[in-house]
Structure formats: structure tokens, C-alpha cells
């Protein structure tokens, strides 16, 4: 009884120490990243962000500033000459308009694919139709393909559309990469929802449209939250597609590109980075927390069939 | 049946917000196709300068709209070199390209993507606005390529102003000039240079400039640009000769700030530091015009830091400079591009940003007097005053030599200590595509 007692305890030690040092593995370079923000530039080029730690500094040069995130927040300093030979010290752009941009870009690069997928993963999984395997075979196939093969083509028929800088053009980008992914996800949950259940709902009526409508869409809510926060965050991240279907001007720029901009045109002012990445790690963070209690769940849907 | 409707609910909540984001937000921009007929007045320039230069560069660029009413629109981006490919392989190129590598735009000049400027303006009024090299340098297969606006210049000696003088040394005229002054400060017990070559994936670049510059002093003009076209080979004893020069330096321990084993692991933003020390941990630093972005804080160009021009070697060829620059490509042929290409051979394009300090006019007629600093206008004066001026050669040779064996190269030979110089200029030879 004791030794057994015992056994559990150094057992348990064992797992809760292996997981602590994990954890510290896996947030320490992130803990780097906030001090370094919050340091001055001059620090952060010279010194390592765990001596900012210690107690000990020169006087007069502040430890731990705010400016990092003031420049990020509300604009880098400049100074430029105005065309009547004045020298004006302006602040630049602030996020504002590329926080907009990116949530007006993110928002339907989510919603849309994951509505296309959801009436796929039904008609995949649950109506009989002609050439269905060779359909899913497709889609399945379709997830090998990289992005970038089709960035080319798809700018010379969005420029033949005149699409090339609109909003809409990202979306359709978007939700074309995102498809097959979401489809082959939501396939695998859809599918293992009981037999019985829409068994029971066709003999009482129910067409295709309300039974997607009012069992499947209901009970996939687990699967097309997980599936939410692989895309959201994949297209709040994403630079490439952003740089290439709608561009750079400033009007139109999304936070990454936003960020990419303020190191400087020779990467002088990386410092800046540090807090950025803070600032823009802030709503996935949020969208991440409101929709996690999903996340588990839908990380194994499909995994299981039963 | 609750479940249901609340997800509805919430669906339609997020699509009708995001609507109202996508509304509230910019209206979906129009990119001009050049088939339909063009936006009347509107010309869309796309560079690789960011940010506070994009800003400086937009500010430049008004005198030209208040006096024609036509609109610039500037775009820049720091992965220009990929986004340029893809927009005019995809159909969708600028009206003007600002390239900072004219290697990249040769490459759309073979394609025949890029419009002759000899077709817009006359032989004579380019040569009234450029200097004849220049004009050779923006020429490519029989064709004037395009205009240059800015330029940098790197053969330039970072040197600290106040413990320079009060050491009593003083600024070298001539190569031998400047190893003795080297030598000079190893017998005080100083360090001569500080060289730090870490630059991530492009580690090696601050060495092929010193390569550069050694090659353009000591041999003809002609020899660099067969150099440049892979007709003189790296294996040659003219290229062997500049990296043993370069090597005189590099190679020994007491020269170089931390030794020559640094070298490698140096960022080149950090290296000139060690000149701000009390007392300086070294006293010269080799680098291009653009560095003091790079300095620390508070450093003032002109007292507490200055430069001199990089001494001849061989007098035959009295003072190339070796830079760099932007060069505007025209891509689309209409009445309003051709008038802003024609502004921005003009110095009046230039000035705006030139008087913000940082910047170096390629113009003829880009006043002296318009500098806002003595640096600035020493640059200029150096530009001036150019015997030759040439083009960074790893930015001409082609991509998989100038961006990478030189680079990768240069790393070999430094942590080898020079001694297997033959085996990495055959490596580099061998990499020479076909």
C-alpha cells in the first residue's frame, strides 16, 4: 500500500516536472520577445534580453521603455521634406487602417470556405451521386498542391477580370486554397454522425437542405470551429497571398504586410518587430481563447469512428 | 433546435459585421488594365523602399502632380525582387518599376517586357542629364533600359572624427598611404579596422564589395565589366590579385577588431560599433553610404563620425567609385507615364527627398547647395568627381553567382584564412550558369 502510494508520487512528480520544463521551453522564447519590446533599441542591439532582468544598469539609460509599442501603435517617427523645402517630423501611418484590412480580409476568407466545405463534406459523405469517390479522390489529391504553382496564373485571370487589388480577390484566393483542407476535415467528422439519426429525419420529410440546416450544421459545431481557427489564423498570418492579389499601397496593406514595412527599408529598425508581433498576436489570441473549448474536440474529429 | 438557431444567429451576426467592416472600410481599389483605356492621369510606381523613404520619395515626386494634375501612386515592397516577377508575369505590371538591381531588370529586358527610352527622349537630352557612365550602365541589349534616380556610394572610410585627430593620424591619400597608417596604429597599440561580414542569408556581400572596389583599382574598367559578364574568369590572376590585396587586411590578426576569426560572425550593422568606444576599439571602417542608419543613437555624421574616399592603389586609374542605385523602368507606354519618366530625369525629382538628408542625386543638374549637410554633400562631391563609376558587380552576375558563390565563396576564403584561395575562385567559376 505504501510503496504503491509512493509509486504514484514520484510518478507524478516525474510527469508534472516533464511537462513544466516543456512549458518553459515553449514560452521562454516568448517571454524573450515581450522584454525585448519592451526595451530600448540600443539595448536590444547590444545586449541579451535576460540582462534587462537583473537589477543592475548605468543610470540614465532607462531600463524598460513603452516606445517600441507608441511607434508600432500610432506610427513610426520620420522626417521628410515637405515640396516648399520645410522639414516636417511626422508620425506614420498607425495600424488602424491595416488592423481594418486585415479583419475586413480575414473575416470571409474564414466564413466563405468553411460554408463551401460544410455542404461538400454532406454531399461527400451522406448523398449518392455519380463519380462521388472520384470527386473525393480530387479534393483529397488537391491537399498536395502548394499555393504558390497558381499564384501566376490567378493574377492573369483576375487581371483579365479586373479583380487584381480588390478585396474580393483575396477572398476567392483564400477560399480556393483553403477548400480542400476544409472540405477533407469536415468529411471526416460529417461522416461519423449516426446513421440513425438522418435515417429517421429522411423518413419524416426532411429534405437534403433540412437536414444540413438543421442536424448537420448543428452538430458539426465542433469540427467547423477547429477548422475556424486553422483558417483564421493561417490567413491573419499570411503575407504572400495578401502582397500578390491586392499589393502594397498603403491604403489597402494588411498588418503582416504593415510590419514587414516598419523594419526599414535595409532592416535597420527591426527592433520594432518585437512589439509588432505582440500587437498583431492579440486577436488570434482572442479567437483562439473564445473558440478553444472547440478546439479539443474538433482536433479529433474523424480520428474515431464509432 | 436552440443549437441551430444560435449558430444561424452568430453565422449572420459575423458575415452582416464583416460586411459592415468591409464597407466602412477602403473601397475595392481599381488597378489600372492597361488593355481597357487607362485611369485618365494616374501613374503607379512600384519600388522596393519602404516606409519612411517611400514617404520621402512620395514628397518628391509632388511638384510633378501640382504642375501636370497627373496623380503618382507609390507602392513599395520589401520583397520587390519576387512581387515584380509574379505582377508582370501575371499581366499586372507597374507603369514604372523602381529597380534596385539592374541584373533583375536586364532579365525582363530579354523578354522585351521593357520599354526603350531612346523611343521617349532625345540622345542629347540624356547626356545633358547624366553622366556618360551612367548612361552605359542603364543601356542593355541596344536599349536605354532606364533612367537612374538615386544612388549610393560605397567606397567610403567610416573613421570617428575627434580620436582620429587627437591619435594625430591622418586621412590616406594613397593605398600605401593607408596600410602604413594601419601599421602606424598597431604600433600605438590600436586596432586599424573593425569588418563584420554576418548578414543572415546574404552573409558574404560586404566582402564581394571590398572585392569590388580593389578590382576597379587595380585594373581597367573594361576587365571589371568582363568580370562582371563572367568573360574574365574568377580563376584569373586580375581577380586572384584583388583578393590577395583584400587579403593583406583581412588576413591579419592585428588589424581587424577580434581578429580575423570574427569576421564571419559579426553582423555588419554591429561592426562599425566598436568605433564609438572610449577608446575606439578600432579606428577605420570600410562601408557604403546608407550605414549611418546603423549607427548607435546620437552619433552625429560630420563631428563624431566621418568618411573618407577608399585611396586608389593603382594611379593609372586616378578615382573609380564603386555604388549603387535605383533605376526606373517604364512597362506601360501612355502620355502620362512618359511625362513622369521624363520628371524623374530631372534633379527637381530628387529634391525633396535629397534635402531630407541620406541621399545622393545621379543628376547633372541636382544642385550642390540643395544638400542639406556637408556629409550629404560630400557624397556628392565624390560622385562628382568620379573617374568611373560602376555598378556592384555581385548585383549584376547573375543570381546564382552575385547572390550566391561570391557570397558563399567569400565565407570559404575567410574562415580558411585566404589559403584556399585557387579552389574557392574555381568553385565560383564552376557555379557560372551556362
Known amino acids: 500500500m505504501n510503496s504503491k502510494k509512493r509509486r504514484k508520487i514520484t510518478s507524478e512528480i516525474l510527469v508534472n516536472g516533464g511537462l513544466l520544463v516543456l512549458c518553459l521551453l515553449w514560452t521562454l522564447p516568448t517571454l524573450g520577445l515581450l522584454v525585448s519590446s519592451l526595451r530600448p533599441p540600443r539595448a536590444v542591439n547590444t545586449t541579451g534580453w535576460w540582462t534587462a532582468l537583473r537589477p543592475t544598469e548605468e543610470a540614465g539609460n532607462p531600463r524598460f521603455t513603452i516606445d517600441n509599442y507608441r511607434q508600432v501603435l500610432l506610427g513610426r517617427d520620420m522626417t521628410f521634406v515637405t515640396a516648399e523645402g520645410e522639414t516636417v517630423l511626422a508620425s506614420g501611418d498607425d495600424l488602424s487602417t491595416a488592423l481594418l484590412n486585415s479583419i475586413a480580409v480575414t473575416l470571409p476568407s474564414t ?48 487581371t483579365r477580370l479586373n479583380l487584381t487589388g480588390t478585396f474580393l480577390a483575396v477572398w476567392l484566393a483564400h477560399t480556393g486554397f483553403g477548400l480542400p483542407l476544409a472540405t477533407y476535415l469536415l468529411y471526416n467528422y460529417i461522416s461519423t454522425l449516426p446513421r440513425e439519426i438522418l435515417e429517421s429525419a429522411f423518413l419524416d420529410g426532411a429534405s437534403h437542405f433540412t437536414m444540413f440546416t438543421r442536424l448537420i450544421l448543428p452538430l458539426s459545431v465542433p469540427a467547423l470551429a477547429s477548422f475556424a481557427i486553422f483558417q483564421f489564423l493561417w490567413v491573419w498570418n499570411d503575407l504572400l497571398v495578401a502582397l500578390v492579389f491586392i499589393g502594397s499601397r498603403p491604403e489597402v496593406m494588411v498588418l503582416t504586410q504593415r510590419l514587414q514595412e516598419m523594419v526599414g527599408s535595409r532592416g535597420q529598425d527591426w527592433h520594432l518587430l518585437t512589439a509588432g508581433a505582440f500587437v498583431t498576436m492579440l486577436l488570434p489570441m482572442i479567437v483562439f481563447f473564445s473558440l478553444q473549448r472547440y478546439f479539443v474536440r474538433g482536433l479529433l474529429a474523424g480520428s474515431v469512428k464509432g | 433546435m436552440l443549437a441551430s438557431k444560435k449558430l444561424w444567429s452568430v453565422l449572420s451576426l459575423i458575415i452582416v459585421l464583416s460586411l459592415v467592416l468591409v464597407a466602412c472600410g477602403q473601397p475595392a481599389p481599381e488597378v489600372d488594365d492597361p488593355e481597357e483605356a487607362p485611369d485618365e492621369g494616374v ?233 564609438f568606444d572610449s577608446p575606439p576599439g578600432c579606428y577605420m571602417h570600410r562601408q557604403a553610404s546608407f550605414i549611418p542608419a546603423f549607427f548607435p543613437d546620437g552619433v552625429v555624421v560630420g563631428e563624431d563620425v566621418d568618411f573618407f574616399y577608399l585611396p586608389p592603389i593603382d594611379p593609372a586609374y586616378t578615382m573609380p567609385v564603386l555604388g549603387a542605385g ?101 568553385t565560383i567559376d564552376a557555379s557560372w550558369p551556362e
Not at chain 2, 111 to 128: C, K
Not at chain 2, 228 to 241: A, C, I, Y
Not at chain 2, 386 to 402: H, T
Open chain 1, 111 to 158: 466564413i466563405i470556405p468553411i460554408l463551401i466545405a460544410a455542404c461538400a463534406a454532406y454531399a461527400f459523405a451522406w448523398m449518392k451521386f455519380k463519380g462521388r469517390g472520384f470527386f473525393f479522390v480530387v479534393v483529397v489529391a488537391l491537399l498536395v498542391v502548394p499555393l504558390q504553382i497558381a499564384l501566376i496564373p490567378i493574377l492573369r485571370d483576375y
Open chain 2, 43 to 275: 501613374v503607379t510606381i512600384f519600388g522596393a523602399f519602404v516606409d519612411e523613404d517611400a514617404r520621402r520619395f512620395q514628397a518628391s515626386m509632388e511638384p510633378f502632380t501640382e504642375r501636370t494634375g497627373i496623380e503618382v501612386q507609390y507602392e513599395g515592397s520589401g520583397d520587390f525582387e519576387t512581387l515584380i516577377l509574379v505582377r508582370v508575369e501575371g499581366g499586372n505590371p507597374p507603369d514604372i518599376a523602381a529597380f534596385p538591381q539592374p541584373g533583375l531588370l536586364a532579365g525582363f529586358v530579354e523578354q522585351d517586357q521593357v520599354i526603350d527610352l531612346n523611343d521617349w527622349m532625345e540622345r542629347d537630352y540624356l547626356e545633358e542629364q547624366y553622366e556618360d557612365h551612367w548612361l552605359e550602365m542603364a543601356t542593355m541589349d541596344g536599349i536605354m533600359a532606364g533612367v537612374w534616380y538615386r544612388a549610393n556610394i560605397k567606397s567610403l572610410v567610416w573613421y570617428p572624427v575627434p580620436e582620429f585627430s587627437d591619435a594625430g593620424y591622418e586621412i590616406p591619400e594613397t593605398w600605401d598611404e593607408l596600410l602604413a597608417l594601419s601599421d602606424q596604429m598597431v604600433a600605438d597599440g590600436n586596432t586599424p579596422w573593425c569588418i563584420g561580414i554576418e548578414s543572415a542569408g546574404a552573409t558574404g556581400w560586404v566582402a564581394t564589395d571590398w572585392m569590388e572596389d580593389i578590382m576597379l583599382r587595380t585594373q581597367p574598367v573594361e576587365k571589371y565589366d568582363q568580370w562582371v559578364t563572367g568573360q574574365l574568369p574568377f580563376d584569373s590572376p586580375e581577380v586572384k590579385n584583388a583578393a590577395e590585396i583584400m587579403g593583406e587586411i583581412w588576413f591579419n590578426p592585428d588589424y581587424v577588431y577580434g581578429g580575423t576569426a570574427s569576421i564571419l560572425t559579426m553582423p555588419f550593422g554591429d561592426a562599425p560599433d566598436p568605433m
Open chain 2, 326 to 426: 535605383d533605376l526606373f523602368a517604364a512597362f506601360n507606354d501612355r502620355p502620362e507615364v512618359r511625362q513622369a519618366v521624363e520628371f524623374l530625369t530631372t534633379g527637381e525629382s530628387t529634391r525633396a527627398w535629397l534635402q531630407a538628408g541620406g541621399f545622393v542625386s545621379p543628376h547633372n543638374d541636382a544642385e550642390l547647395d540643395w544638400y542639406p549637410t556637408e556629409t550629404d554633400r560630400k557624397y556628392a562631391e565624390i560622385l562628382g568627381e568620379a573617374s568611373v563609376f560602376r555598378f556592384d558587380a555581385s548585383d549584376l552576375m547573375p543570381g546564382a553567382v552575385g547572390a550566391g558563390s561570391f557570397w558563399t565563396g567569400m565565407v570559404d576564403l575567410v574562415s580558411a584564412r585566404g589559403e584556399n584561395l585557387d579552389e574557392v575562385m574555381r
